[in-house]
Nanobody, 115 residues
Framework: QVQLVESGGGLVQPGGSLRLSCEAS????????MGWYRQAPGKQRELVAT???????NYADSVKGRFTISRDNVKRTVYLQMNSLKPEDTAVYYC?????????WGQGTQVTVSS
């Protein structure tokens, strides 16, 4: 079993910043990709960013230049630094770990961007 625990969500004003963290634990072996997805009310869950063990990254066009994903392989933790936040970034953000054909999800953390 794999467990993912997220932290760092909250309420922030437009233009502000937040940093999300997600720590993985359990039976994790070999190559695994970590990433962040988000789901706004009434919308489908969408990719935000992913990162490989070698730190190759992939971003949604809507967050490029504003969000930065990083990981600490020793701590099994992935981070999402979010800058210049916009109201349309409001969503529940989910941590994801993909390994050996399996997908694991965190419980989600709410990010609300509002004045």
């Amino acid at each position: 079993q794999v467990q993912l625990v997220e932290s760092g969500g909250g309420l922030v004003q437009p233009g502000g910043s937040l940093r999300l963290s997600c720590e993985a634990s359990g039976n994790i072996f070999g190559f695994y990709i970590m990433g962040w997805y988000r789901q706004a009310p009434g919308k489908q869950r969408e990719l935000v960013a992913t990162i490989t063990p070698g730190r190759n990254t992939n971003y949604a066009d809507s967050v490029k230049g504003r969000f930065t994903i990083s990981r600490d392989n020793v701590k099994r933790t992935v981070y999402l630094q979010m800058n210049s936040l916009k109201p349309e970034d409001t969503a529940v953000y989910y941590c994801n770990l993909g390994s050996r054909g399996n997908d694991y999800w965190g419980q989600g953390t709410q990010v609300t961007v509002s004045s």
